[in-house]
């Protein structure tokens, strides 16, 4: 494997191509290229139903020079697996020569809500193969609506803001933690800003030789109501703030990475949660006096969870 | 081709199907266990245990996955099998429509159950009937012979290079997949000749040639992908008889698009599904002997719709009775409709009555059969009826 340096991932080949149809300053197709640089093997791509396919596959054109599989919303990773047991079939046959690896690509809503099911199946059972879940943290292709990934207090369309309701009421599900009780060899949580970090995840993952999950920060404009130029600048807002701390957990052991680490040994500073709420449109109405109690409340909760990371990683 | 002619066997029709597939030997099968299907899924894991196939055989968490599993197996090129009933043919539905529009032909049992609620585990068609319009190819057994026999020529039909579909097998819950029957087994070898090699179309694991699966289309673009579905269902009645015949070749056992008894010189005719073919056949000899006129038909393939067939068969009749073993609430049987429309055509059409019987696994005697035919002859039958109805 070549060394994650920006010199020898450009020599990479191109496995998403441009002309996607996924709107300015999306997140994704920055996530994925990276995650797709952790592996030269062959590779079938999986999606579940969300932007990211239905942008990347609007028949008769293709965004994909990789074999591509769509299905559902709520079974990407039934499908992945799918895929990945007509491999292992064919290979012990002696159909197939070549090692390969299966990648499926899901938002929030297709990864914590509907297809949480199928995930946790599909990772109990084994399959060799990597679960990546784009988190923009809502059901952004159909307008915004909240997920179990919606944090505290934003505004979306199923959970807004108004005269009594201070937008999203309940924290986000802290899936990472799901995903690290089924005991598998790889899990971990990236952002896209920082490409060296996603990368080098990538290739744990797809070398771990059993099942992996990265949850990963995916700024969505659109539902965060930001500019497009400050994509990236989100994604690092939000490791900053440990609103999306930067870890993995290789066989059951925690160990934070990157920017998180740098935190935790006092290097950086940890950002207040204020700095999150005010680079986004989605919390405008936290602005507001009478919602303090629910800034101080998030600011709690992202404490609560960063300690026991640490508590964690020192294990 | 050669043929080995092999000992009767006693077997259950789900013991049937899974020995079928242990001398098929898919490449993958993706299966969760549901009353009444569980024997063809124990069955092969026991097949997988022992090392009698090579099978990546994958207990999945719900039928979802399963059909999910399936799709995706046989679009990444390999042969690949499951089983449902009922619940689970019900929480498989959203990828019923998928898979038939990925063309993929993968093969599904179903061990037919009435569908809740109330729950009830035993036999009707609710849950063949409410996957009837998702572009699945659907094979009906009338015995356990049948629903070995449609196991092994529903590969054959579905994964013909003019049709690739998926096909289901349907066998009646408890009636056929339970009870014991004997059976003519075929020798594997000739099975597996029978059978032959799956060739993938642009399978997924050929990463040399990328393909796109189950990708995103417009209006215009869905509408051309449904017409070729509506296309390849045709081109399969065509492929059905074509494999019947050659399946003749090899066993001797004869099945047509729609079978047929005592209907060449019929007055009357039943046209009924399933394992209740046999109790008609049974009717029908019984009225002989009284000197009527009756015989009886059943589609062996229901979907396509042999609608050619049936009218053939109903012409010149005086009367025809449709029995379904499912109702569509607020309308009629689902069989009735089909047949009414395959006989709109016919120069004179034959008066049609519509029996309602054997709902969540309700009694079909002899005896209520045959009170059913007596009054289409007589003529005393209104135009729906639930025969054999006891509260």
Known sequence: ?315 | MAKKKLEDIAINGDGAVAYAWKQIDPDVCAAYPITPQTIIVEDFSKFVANGEVKTEYVCVESEHSALTLCAASCSAGARTFTATASQGLAYMWEMLPITSAMRVPVVMAVANRAVSGPININNDHGDAMAARDTGWIQMFADNVQSAYDNAIIAPRIAEHPDVQLPIITNLDGFILTHAVERMTPIDTEDVKKFVGEFEPVCPLLDYKHPTSHGMLDGPDFYYAHKHQQVEAMDKALEVSEQVFKEFKKLTGREYHLVDEYRCDDAEYVAIILGSSYGTMQETVDQMREAGIKVGAAMPHIYRPWPEKELARIMKGKKAVAIFDKHVSLGAYGPMYSEVVAAAADLEKMPKMYNFIYGIGGADTSVSILKGAMESIVKGTADKINYAGMKL
Request: glycine share 8%.
């Open chain 1, 1 to 315: 494997m070549m060394s994650t340096s920006l010199k020898n991932l450009n020599q990479l080949p191109v496995k998403l191509t441009s002309g996607h149809r996924l709107c300015a300053g999306c997140g994704e197709p920055l996530l994925v290229k990276q995650i797709l640089m952790g592996t030269q093997r062959p590779l079938v791509v999986s999606l579940s139903t969300g932007c990211f396919e239905v942008s990347t596959t609007v028949y008769p054109y293709t965004s994909w020079n990789v074999p591509l599989i769509h299905t559902a919303f709520g079974n990407g990773a039934a499908t992945c697996a799918g895929v990945e047991a007509a491999y292992q079939s064919l290979r012990k046959q002696g159909k197939i020569k070549e090692e390969m690896d299966f990648v499926n690509f899901a938002g929030d809503g297709a990864t914590y809500d509907i297809g949480l099911q199928a995930l946790s199946g599909a990772m109990e059972r084994g399959h060799k193969m990597l679960y990546v879940c784009m988190n923009n943290e809502a059901y952004m292709n159909t307008g915004i609506q909240r997920s179990s990934a919606t944090g505290m207090g934003a505004d979306t369309t199923t959970s807004p803001a108004g005269s009594v309701s201070p937008g999203k009421q309940e924290y986000s599900k802290d899936l990472t933690a799901i995903m690290v009780a089924h005991n598998i060899p790889y899990v971990a949580q990236a952002s896209p800003h920082n490409w060296r970090d996603t990368v080098e995840k990538a290739k744990k993952g797809f070398n771990c030789g059993g099942p992996a999950f990265i949850n990963a920060i995916t700024p969505c404009p659109r539902g965060w109501r930001t500019s497009p130029s400050m994509t990236v600048d989100m994604a690092q807002l939000a490791v900053e703030t440990c609103v999306w701390p930067l870890y993995e957990v290789v066989d059951g052991k925690y160990a934070l990475t990157a920017e998180s680490l740098k935190i935790a040994e006092g290097k950086i500073e940890k950002k207040p949660v204020t700095d999150w709420i005010n680079a986004q449109g989605r919390y405008r109405h936290l602005k507001e006096e009478r919602w303090a109690h629910v800034v101080d409340k998030m600011q709690a909760n992202i404490d609560k969870r960063w300690e026991k990371l640490i508590r964690l990683s020192k294990d």
